[in-house]
């Protein structure tokens, strides 16, 4: 969580910074479930994502839906927000999960785009493009 608000306090590019840096950690968590079995290239985007929320503990009243080829996930009660959390007064969005999805599902050879509509410490919403 510190270290998404050192993103956040760069500026307008800190989200750009934060998809980038979560996008390798993502890789690294993904090799690790992958290596464990909890995640596997046969499950698909959703079981993927429910498995990943409870492993970090994201957010259990998450709303995911997938429409053609966008995935919008809605998250209310973060637990790794800078702002929420830490309540760092970030002058712009650092969340990490956009790039820790990418990262995940690159890992399963699920190549995807990430889009955050993000209103730090309130409701983000996380959209994925396949």
Known sequence: MGFAAGIGKMGPESQFIANKVSFVVGREI?????????ISNEMDFLHIWERLNK?????????????????TIT???????P??????????????????L???????????????ELVPGQICKIILLR
């Open 55 to 71: 492993e970090l503990e994201i957010d259990p009243t998450a709303i995911f839906e997938e429409k053609s080829k966008e995935i």
């Open 102 to 116: 990418r990262g995940v599902y690159s890992v399963l050879r699920k190549e995807i785009e990430s889009q955050p």
């Open 30 to 38: 993904g090799e690790e479930m992958k290596l464990r079995g909890i």
């Open 75 to 81: 998250i209310k009660n973060c637990h790794i927000c």
């Open 83 to 100: 702002k929420k959390v830490g309540k760092y007064p970030l002058p712009a969005t650092a969340c990490p999960i956009g790039g820790i």
